[in-house]
């Protein structure tokens, strides 16, 4: 073989080598790992937290040739490049800008000491299902045992790597303390220089961050609010329950038996969806789905047996697709299936609880063309055998629509209170005759369900027209009178501009009468969202009450974003 033929055969051989060199190499290249900034939904500055969270879910995904985590530095500086855009669409914008395999995004949300961790590990490629996870945490101290399970979990179901021993947060134990029991760390102050992890681990809170009540946790029926004054006996409840994600915009929610079974459902509507649900086991089940439409708009519901055949009626209050007109409609179970008693109606409804008394319904006719939302009276109904027909007043026209009214005897043990809002969300109290007793310096409520008056052209009204927000009233003290129970939600503009609003967060609040006028007794920490509706009663059949709310996370506005509702449940326990 000549010297040519030697070069050409050994050329060969090197680019083959060099081929399977670089295959290799190729073959070897560690799976990327992109990890965002985990969205924190709390009152005080929780950065630490959120740095806590990255560093940990880094140190425990990264394996050694195999699985890389892109840098703190480069992840950030690519989410800053991706604008209008959230969820699962900006993660994957995010993995595609730093040519990341799977992309780890979630939000922590806190609700006083407690906290919900919701998180997402997706895979860029699609090729399989994004990875979720839940949990729900009682103290910052049981945040990294979640993140271990978390991170575990990833590493078992997309990397097929097992659990390392190290992963536990109970590595040694001093003598004296069993092997494997929960060491008790002590409480430690405050110091921003100290590693995120061993903050989260000690259970601190951030500087300047108050106890979560305010004051002890046995003023307020849940460890979840915050006293505002001394009004509550002992409750040792647990904090709070999130279900799962909804990817519609829940308008609102009811409880009551639907199905004489002996338990209490949950009714949800949506803008054009009737649904019936059952917590169970800790997760809300579909029972049934009663309506599903798209030309009308669904508002609210209300849930109750008003006459009296022992099947609790679900009463939807509906507009027309213009939102010009009102098509409420009524359904109950009869044994085999749901079924409409009464359609068409022209009527907005409320099922109103003062007290002894027991449930009544309410109603407000359909407003003139020349009106607003509280020009039409109001008046309690009647079923006669075959409708719901008006009976006697219940409140005079120009005082509340509808969907904020309440009763109780606030004021007095002998005296029914009636409580509406008014057109700027301002708490309206009002005598038995229809006097105005007093009224709210503060807004509270705050809806964005609307009503549209085609026949008003003027500069300042575009005939848009806000629906009040719910109220209700409970004695959850005991002590023979009622407190108003009241969402407030946060409006950007603060209630300025008439014909649009926005919000940002809110809360649900306790008032009771003092004398002179209503002061709060308790609140829930902050909300991250809108709470659209809430009812109090037995939401998971375990013979103790719950307050319960349904909160709008995103309006689904915006384009390529969806909307999004969950519901909250405070267990409600006091002496």
Not at 372 to 389: C, E, H, K, V
């Amino acid at each position: 073989m000549n010297n040519q033929s030697n070069y050409s055969m050994n050329k060969a051989i090197l680019i083959f080598i060099g081929l399977l060199m670089v295959s290799s190499s190729a073959l070897a290249t560690p799976t990327r790992v992109a990890i965002l900034p985990f969205n924190i939904n709390a009152e005080k500055d929780l950065s630490f937290l959120q740095e806590g969270i990255l560093d940990m879910l880094a140190s425990r995904l990264a394996w050694k040739d195999k699985v890389g985590v892109i840098s703190k530095n480069e992840t950030r500086s690519a989410v800053a490049s991706v604008t209008d855009f959230e969820g699962e669409s900006r993660a994957l914008l995010v993995g595609g800008k730093l040519h990341a395999d799977y992309v780890l995004f979630g939000s922590l949300t806190v609700f006083g000491e407690s906290l919900s961790i919701d998180a997402k590990m997706v895979d860029v490629s699609g090729q399989q299902k994004p990875l979720p996870f839940f949990a729900q945490t009682r103290s910052m101290g049981e945040v990294v045992p979640q993140v271990n399970q978390f991170a575990s979990n990833i590493n078992a179901t997309v990397f097929g790597r097992a659990p390392a021993q190290s992963m536990s947060t109970a590595a040694t134990s001093p003598e004296g303390t069993p092997s494997g029991a929960p060491m008790q760390a002590p409480q430690q102050a405050y110091n921003p220089r100290m590693h995120p992890e061993k903050l989260l681990q000690s259970g601190v809170q951030n500087e300047g961050q108050d106890p979560v009540m305010g004051q002890t946790y046995q003023q307020t029926p849940n460890p979840a609010f915050i006293a505002t004054a001394p009004a509550y006996g002992a409750g040792d409840a647990a904090n709070f329950w999130k279900s799962q994600r909804f990817k519609s915009l829940i308008t609102g929610i009811g409880i009551g038996d639907v199905d004489k079974d002996g338990l209490l459902e949950t009714v949800i509507v949506t803008a054009n969806e009737v649904l019936v649900y059952r917590n169970q086991n800790g997760r809300m089940a579909r029972v049934a789905e009663l309506e599903t439409i798209n030309t009308n708009q669904y508002l609210g519901v209300d849930v109750g047996d008003i006459n009296g055949n022992g099947y609790a009626e679900i009463f939807v209050s509906s507009i027309g697709p213009r939102k010009d007109a009102y098509n409420s409609f009524v359904l109950e179970y009869d044994g085999s299936e749901y079924r409409r008693i009464a359609s068409d109606l022209p009527w907005h409804f409320r099922i109103v609880n003062p007290g002894a008394e027991g449930d009544f319904l309410v109603a407000q006719k359909e407003p003139p063309a020349d009106g607003n939302l509280r020009t039409q009276p109001i008046f309690r109904m009647n079923w006669d055998g075959s409708a719901y027909t008006p009976g006697n007043l219940f409140l005079q026209g120009q005082k509340a629509n509808v969907f904020g009214v309440a009763a109780g005897n606030l004021i007095s043990e002998t005296e029914t209170s009636i409580i509406g809002y008014s057109e700027y969300d301002r708490i309206l109290i009002f005598r038995p005759g229809g006097a105005m007793e007093w009224k709210s310096t503060n807004a509270y409520g705050g809806s964005l369900s609307n009503f549209h008056f085609p026949g008003k052209k003027e500069i300042k009204d575009t005939g848009t027209h806000f629906f009040a927000m719910r109220l209700r009233t409970a004695d959850l003290d005991h002590n023979g009178k009622v407190e108003l129970i009241a969402a407030a939600n946060n409006e950007i503009s603060n209630r300025i501009m008439q014909n649009q609003r926005a919000y940002s967060n809110s809360r649900l609040v306790s008032l009771s009468w003092n004398g002179m006028g209503m002061t709060e007794n308790w609140k829930t920490n902050e909300i991250s969202g809108r709470i659209s509706d809430y009812f109090i009663g037995d939401f998971d059949n375990d013979g103790t009450n719950e307050l319960v709310a349904a909160v709008i996370r995103k309006e689904g506005s915006l384009a390529f974003a969806d909307a999004e509702s969950v519901i909250v449940s405070y267990t409600l326990k006091v002496k």
